[in-house]
């Protein structure tokens, strides 16, 4: 059986999010699974911590790895921040790494004036659903939601989720990530503005930048995102195969 592929979703959204690249995945014969994080989809009734959210990454890759190779994690937005974390401190126990529109480290003052603003918008009626499906639609124009709202929308999760980003550093992680690293971003994504600079601190990194694509570049480009993440399998499989009969 080949290696795995394990997703990570975005804030607020689930692992529903995934499910056009699952389907391809699985077409191409490779095993898929989208986790839910803590606070998101099925697990919306619990408070998301980084702590538990590194706990979720290691029990999927260690259920992936029971294929009996290392799987390659990717992860959007969240996901991909998360994605970073992990792997830097669970060296060899992924063949590679895919890292979508997460391209601007998580600065502490950024962090809190989001929280200010989510908490404002949590005060409307609705605690803000409207808002969130009104500023999906408009960034993703035509192209379906369903699957990104077919989870749910975790809007409890906000304050919790950017609390708790404050203790992740993408910058610091990279250095310490020796597997391929794939960024994906979209060209209209304002979460790219580092892009450059997570590439240099990156020994083994690559970037794809999708034109015409916002941040949510797996749903509004499909079909480029899962050439890139295919591309990306690719390289980080044959390099582990390599490697893996070097030693033997």
């Known amino acids: 059986m080949p290696a795995s592929v394990v997703l990570l979703h975005g804030l607020r959204t689930s692992s529903t999010m995934w499910r056009r690249q699952v389907a391809e995945l699985e077409a191409a014969g490779i095993p898929a699974v989208a986790i839910d994080l803590p606070g998101h989809g099925h697990r919306m009734s619990e408070r998301f911590s980084l702590d538990a959210a590194r706990v979720t990454i290691a029990d999927a890759v260690a ?58 918008i949590h005060a409307l009626p609705d605690r803000g659903r409207a808002l969130n499906d009104f500023m999906l639609r408009l960034m993703v124009r035509s192209v379906p939601v369903d699957d990104v709202l077919a989870g749910g929308v975790a809007l409890e999760v906000m304050d919790d989720v950017l609390r708790e980003l404050r203790h992740v550093h993408p910058m610091r992680s990279l250095p310490e990530v020796d597997v391929p690293v794939l960024f994906v971003n979209g060209r209209l994504d304002h979460f790219r503005l580092q892009a450059a600079s997570y590439l240099a601190a990156t020994p083994r990194g690559r970037l794809v930048t999708v034109a015409g694509a916002s ?31 070097r030693q033997s």
């Open 63 to 120: 259920e992936a790895a029971t294929s009996g190779h290392r799987p390659y994690l990717a992860g959007l937005s969240l996901g991909g921040y998360l994605a970073i974390d992990w792997v830097a401190q669970n060296p060899d126990r992924v063949c590679g790494v895919l890292a979508a529109s997460c391209g601007t480290t998580p600065h502490r003052a950024i962090l809190d004036g989001w929280r200010v603003l989510a908490r404002g």
């Open 215 to 245: 941040h949510l570049v797996s749903i509004v480009r499909p079909r480029e995102f899962t050439e890139a993440l295919l591309d990306g399998y690719a390289e980080a499989t044959v390099g582990a195969q390599e490697s893996e009969r």
